[in-house]
C-alpha cells in the first residue's frame, strides 16, 4: 500500500531553515511526478512546490519562490523540501504527495500525517 511519511519539521524562529523529508513506498517513486502541499492554521491546503519524476522541471508556489527549493532522491524513494528564510506565515503542517502529472497538481493518493512548520519568535 501506499505510504508517504513526512518528517523534518519543528519549531524555528523567523529567518531560519528547516529541511522537510518525505519517504514514499507503495508505488514506483521514479516515475511520478511529487509536491509539497501545507495547510496552515484556518486554510485550504495549498500547493507549494512541485517536482518532475526525474527531478529536472520544478515550479513553486510565488510565496515561497525563491525561499524553498524542491529535489528528490530516486534511488531512495524520498522527497526534501529545504525552506529557508521561514517567515510566521510558513507555519503550516505540510503534506507531500504524487500528483497525476507535473502541469496539474493533483494530488494522486490518500494523506499522510503531515509534519508540522512553526515559524514563530
Known amino acids: 500500500q501506499v505510504q508517504l511519511v513526512e518528517s523534518g519539521g519543528g519549531l524555528v524562529q523567523p529567518g531560519g531553515s528547516l529541511r522537510l523529508s518525505c519517504a514514499a513506498s507503495?508505488?514506483?517513486?521514479?516515475?511520478?511526478?511529487m509536491s509539497w502541499y501545507r495547510q496552515g492554521p484556518g486554510k485550504e491546503r495549498e500547493l507549494v512546490a512541485r517536482i518532475s519524476p526525474s527531478g529536472v522541471m520544478r515550479n513553486y508556489s510565488d510565496s515561497v519562490k525563491g525561499r524553498f527549493t524542491i529535489s528528490r532522491d530516486n534511488t531512495k524513494n524520498t522527497l526534501f523540501l529545504q525552506m529557508n528564510s521561514l517567515k510566521p506565515e510558513d507555519t503550516a503542517v505540510y503534506y507531500c504527495?504524487?500528483?497525476?502529472?507535473?502541469?496539474?497538481?493533483?494530488?494522486?493518493?490518500?494523506w499522510g500525517q503531515g509534519t508540522q512548520v512553526t515559524v514563530s519568535s
Open positions: 507503495g508505488f514506483i517513486f521514479g516515475d511520478h511526478a
Open positions: 504527495n504524487a500528483i497525476t502529472n507535473y502541469n496539474t497538481g493533483s494530488a494522486l493518493y490518500a
